[in-house]
């Protein structure tokens, strides 16, 4: 009665690209239920294709490994602390995405990307929440990750939810996110097969995002809806901003190496329609 297990499969298939992944979570409750202890693993097995080449495949295997710690530090405050292992081996990179390098300096050329065969990356997350006396939730987060490729990162989140009487409730959040480059990324590299390794995806590079989001919800019910005891809309604006230090955007043709930095915005919209029964 203290114990919940899980286990899942996925799958998942697209014309260049097929997924599988198995995952197993347990949680166990102590100390009166005001503390919770969490452990999970997923394995996951991909297949890599090229579209227009039917002799490229490659295969990618993935662990996940986690732990969690939850407790009740007061009446009103809620802790919890989790860690997360994960290992990849195998095809890590785009079968599509290119390095740029200096063929003179006013030109470049392209060459295809080299990553490792293997990638081990760590994340250590501390949350709050706590009940503020006028019926609102508060929840902070704060995040540290780093792998073996160098890149390290941190973001932090606030989010505060307020119910208005009985069926209204307003949220809004705020993200920062930091992250530093990988040891093998370049915008432009100086010459072709500069290094064993190259890399210009800016995912790897370094950059820095915010977002601010706001949600409304509703929750209604009527008597003689039998077995539905109530249903609920959600919907949620989120604002993203992103930022590139050094991934330049080389639609705008000029000297190879003082393009603009790259950036962009965008505005996610989700609308959730549920039913309790």
């Known amino acids: 009665g203290k114990a919940i297990y899980s286990l899942s499969y996925g799958n998942s298939e697209e014309n260049d690209f097929e997924a599988n992944s198995v995952h197993f979570d347990m949680s166990q409750d102590f100390f009166g239920d005001l503390t919770t ?15 227009g080449d039917n002799s490229f495949a490659e295969e990618a295997d993935r662990q996940h490994f986690r732990i969690g710690l939850s407790q009740v530090l007061t009446k009103n405050l809620i802790g919890s602390i989790g860690h997360e292992l994960i290992t990849d081996e195998g095809y890590l990179n785009n079968p599509y995405r290119s390095v740029r390098y200096l063929t003179s300096p006013n030109s470049y050329s392209f060459e295809p990307e080299r990553y490792p065969n293997t ?17 609102a939730g508060l929840h902070g987060e704060y995040r540290l990750y780093s792998d073996s490729w160098g890149v390290d990162a941190n973001s932090w989140q606030l989010q505060l939810i307020q119910p208005i009487g009985q069926r209204w409730t307003v949220e809004t959040r705020y993200r920062s996110y930091q992250q530093g480059d990988a040891d093998f990324y370049a915008d432009l590299f100086p010459f072709q097969n500069a290094q064993n390794f190259l890399a210009r995806d800016k995912e790897l ?10 949600g409304v919800g509703f929750q209604f019910s009527k008597p003689n809806w039998g077995t539905i005891d109530k249903a609920g809309l959600h919907l949620w604006v989120d604002r993203f901003s992103f930022d590139y230090d050094n991934f330049r955007d080389i639609r ?4 190879p190496g003082t393009e603009p930095l790259y950036s962009f915005d965008a505005t996610v919209t989700r609308l959730l329609f549920t039913l309790w029964y």
Do not use: C, H, N
């Open 252 to 255: 705008v043709q000029t000297t």
């Open 37 to 51: 202890l969490s452990l999970g693993y997923s394995k996951g097995w991909d297949e890599v294709f090229r579209t």
């Open 205 to 214: 590079s370094e950059f820095s995002s915010t977002v601010i989001g706001m």
């Open 119 to 135: 990638r081990t990356s760590e994340a250590t997350a501390i949350r709050l929440s706590y009940y503020l006396p006028w019926r």
